[in-house]
C-alpha cells in the first residue's frame, strides 16, 4: 500500500515539476540570449569581435591587420616599433566621464563671448593633452537598439537631469527611472516633431526624395533629426555644450547624427552646396546680425534650389511679441534685415505659416536682383578650405557646372555624382570612381565575414576616419544605421562634396585633435589609410599603429 501510494503522489507531482524545469531552462536561455545581444549589461559583443579579428585568423577572410609601416621590424605587432614595449593608457580619473578636449568648460571661459568665440573648438596644447583612457559612467549599459533608442536611453549612459526640469513644459525630454524618455518635443513643437514635420512637408519636398540632407542648427536633443529618419532624411544637428548640458550627447545615445557646434566666428566644417535643407527652430543665431554674415553662412552650405526653414522668432512678430516678451519694433526691425538679407542671397520666400518662414535659394541665378555695390563676392579659390577659417560677409557664387542637379534619394546613391562627373575633383574619373565602390563592395564582404554583427541592429552610429567618396559607407548602407564621413584636412583631395551629393553625411576634420563629440557616442568605428595621412604628423603614431594593428578592419 504504501508503495502504491508513493507511485500515485510521484506521478501527480511529475507533470508541475516538469513544467517548472521547463519554464526555468526557457528563462536562463532568454536570459542568455539577452546579455550576449549587446542589449544589456555585460556586453560579450565587443569581445568576441576583437577575438575574431585577431591578427592570426584575420587572412581567413581576406584581410590585412599589418600595420602598413613596421619600420623594417620582425615583430612589430607585439613589441612596438623599434623593439620598444607597446604603451598602456592608464584610466582618467572618475570626473572626466564627460571629457571633450576641445570643449572643455574652464577652457572655453577664458575667449571672448562675442559671436560665441567661447563656444567654439579651442584645444589644448601637446602638453596639456591626457593620454588617459575616459572610463564609462557607473552603471552604464549598452545603448537600445535603434529605433527603441529614438525614444529611450539609459539614465546611467547620460545621468543628467536639468532638461527634464528647464524644458519639462516643452516636451523634451522625461526621466522615468531607469531611463530618460524621448517624447519627439522641441521648444517650437512641444507637441511632437512628427506633426511639425508634417507641417514642413506641405511646402517642403520630403516624400519624393529632393530633400535628403539637412543641417540642423541649434538642435536641442535633436529630435527633428530623429523623426525625419523615418522619413528617408539625414539631418546632421549640432549645438553648443552650454548650460543645456547633454543636448549632443543625448542626441547620439539616441542614434541620431550630431556634433558640438556653434555658429559662431568659423566657418563650418563643410563644403559649399551640401545640404538640401537648413533649419532653425529657435536656435537663437541672430541671422539678422553682422551684416547677414549668419545667414550668408548658411547659403554657402546650402544647395541651389536647397530650403531654409527659421521657426521662433521673429516670425509672425504681430501674434507673438507678448508671449516672446520683446518690443514690437525690435522684432519687426528683426525680420525685416531678414527678408532684405534673403532677397540679396537670391532666396525665394515660400510661406509664412503660424511662426514658420520657409525660403527658398534659387537655382536660376538670372533671376536674383542685383547685389548691392558693398556687398562682395567670396574667392571661389579653395572654396572647401574651411578647417578653423573665418566666416566672412561675402556671398558665394553657385557654380551649377559644379554643384550641378542631383537625383532624388535613393538614386542618388548609386548615379556618378555631379562633381564627379564634371571633373572638378581631380584625380577621380567617373571610371575609377565607380572602381572605388567597387573596391569597398568587395571589402565589406570580406568584413562581414569576420564581423558578423555588421548587418544587425548592434551598430547604430558608424564613423569612417578617412572617408574617401564615401564607398565604405555606401556599401554597408541601412536604414538601421548611418555613418559620419570624415574627410581630413590632411587628405590630398577633398571629397566631401561627393559625399553630401550621394545622400550622405559626413564631416571635415584634423586628427591631430579631438573630435567635437562627448566619450562613448559611437558603435563602430573604421579606419583606412588615416596612420598614413599622419605618419609623420603625430607623436603617438608608432604607438597607434602598434596597438591598432590587430584591432582595427584595414583593407
Known amino acids: 500500500m504504501a508503495i502504491k501510494g508513493n507511485s500515485g503522489e510521484y506521478k501527480a507531482r511529475s507533470p508541475l515539476g516538469m513544467v517548472i524545469a521547463v519554464l526555468l531552462c526557457c528563462f536562463f536561455y532568454v536570459f542568455g540570449a539577452w546579455q550576449r545581444s549587446g542589449y544589456g549589461k555585460g556586453d560579450r559583443i565587443a569581445v568576441a569581435v576583437t577575438q575574431q579579428t585577431a591578427c592570426a585568423d584575420a587572412s581567413a577572410a581576406g584581410l590585412s591587420f599589418e600595420t602598413h609601416h613596421t619600420g623594417g ?24 566621464t564627460d571629457h571633450t578636449p576641445c ?44 529605433p527603441k533608442s529614438r525614444d529611450y536611453v539609459p539614465y546611467a549612459n547620460a545621468p543628467y537631469k536639468s532638461l527634464t526640469v528647464e524644458k519639462a513644459v516643452q516636451n523634451w525630454v522625461h526621466y522615468e527611472g531607469a531611463v530618460f524618455r524621448f517624447p519627439g518635443g522641441g521648444t517650437q513643437f512641444p507637441h511632437g516633431a512628427d506633426k511639425y514635420i508634417d507641417q514642413l512637408a506641405s511646402v517642403v519636398p520630403f516624400a519624393d526624395g529632393s530633400v535628403r540632407t539637412v543641417l540642423d542648427t541649434g538642435c536641442g536633443v535633436a529630435s527633428l533629426g530623429a523623426y525625419l529618419d523615418s522619413r528617408g532624411v ?62 550668408m553662412e548658411v547659403d554657402r552650405v546650402l544647395r541651389p534650389g536647397g530650403y531654409w526653414v527659421l521657426s521662433g522668432p521673429p516670425i509672425n ?19 525685416k534685415r531678414i527678408e532684405e538679407y534673403a532677397q540679396m542671397l537670391c532666396w525665394e520666400k515660400v510661406t509664412e505659416m503660424d511662426e514658420i518662414g520657409v525660403w527658398r535659394k534659387r537655382t536660376d541665378t538670372a533671376a536674383c536682383p542685383a547685389m548691392p555695390p558693398a556687398v562682395r563676392t567670396c574667392d571661389p579659390a579653395n572654396s572647401d578650405d574651411v578647417w578653423y577659417k573665418n566666416m566672412e ?28 562627373s564634371s571633373g572638378a575633383v581631380q584625380g577621380f574619373t567617373v571610371e575609377s570612381y565607380e572602381e572605388e565602390n567597387r573596391r569597398w563592395e568587395k571589402h565589406v564582404k570580406a568584413y562581414k565575414k569576420v564581423n558578423y554583427k555588421l548587418d544587425t541592429k548592434r551598430y547604430r552610429n558608424i564613423m569612417d576616419m578617412n572617408a574617401g567618396v564615401g564607398g565604405f559607407a555606401a556599401a554597408i548602407f541601412s536604414p538601421m544605421s548611418w555613418v559620419m564621413n570624415v574627410v581630413p584636412t590632411a587628405a590630398e583631395l577633398s571629397t566631401l562634396g561627393v559625399i553630401y551629393e550621394r545622400g550622405l553625411i559626413g564631416i571635415y576634420h584634423d586628427w591631430c585633435e579631438a573630435f567635437s563629440t562627448y566619450p562613448r557616442t ?3 568605428i573604421h579606419v583606412n589609410g588615416v596612420f598614413s595621412l599622419y605618419r609623420n604628423k603625430l607623436e603617438i603614431t608608432k604607438e597607434i599603429l602598434t596597438d591598432a594593428s590587430c584591432n582595427v578592419l584595414h583593407p
Open 103 to 146: 570643449h572643455d568648460q574652464d577652457r572655453a571661459m577664458k575667449f571672448p563671448r562675442k559671436n560665441m568665440v567661447y563656444r567654439e573648438r579651442h584645444c589644448p596644447s601637446d602638453g596639456e593633452r591626457l593620454l588617459c583612457l575616459v572610463p564609462a559612467p557607473p552603471g552604464y549599459v549598452t545603448p537600445f537598439p535603434w
Open 73 to 96: 621590424v620582425a615583430n612589430a605587432t607585439t613589441s612596438g616599433l623599434g623593439g620598444e614595449p607597446p604603451p598602456s593608457f592608464v584610466p582618467c580619473a572618475a570626473a572626466l
Open 317 to 335: 512678430w504681430k501674434a507673438n511679441h507678448r508671449k516672446w516678451e520683446r518690443a514690437e519694433e525690435d522684432l519687426a526691425g528683426e525680420q
Open 393 to 420: 560677409t561675402c556671398i558665394t557664387p553657385s557654380t551649377t557646372a559644379v554643384g550641378g542637379q542631383v537625383q532624388p534619394f535613393p538614386e542618388r546613391l548609386k548615379v556618378v555624382p555631379p562633381r564627379i
Open 234 to 295: 539625414m539631418a546632421i544637428s549640432f549645438a553648443p555644450r552650454d548650460s543645456h548640458e547633454a543636448q549632443v550627447q543625448f542626441a547620439l545615445e539616441r542614434g541620431v547624427p550630431a556634433f558640438i557646434g556653434v555658429l559662431g566666428s568659423v566657418k563650418l566644417p563643410f563644403p559649399p552646396r551640401s545640404f538640401d535643407m537648413a533649419h532653425c527652430s529657435r536656435c537663437l543665431i541672430p541671422w539678422s546680425g553682422n551684416g547677414g554674415m549668419y545667414m
Open 522 to 524: 559611437y558603435d563602430l
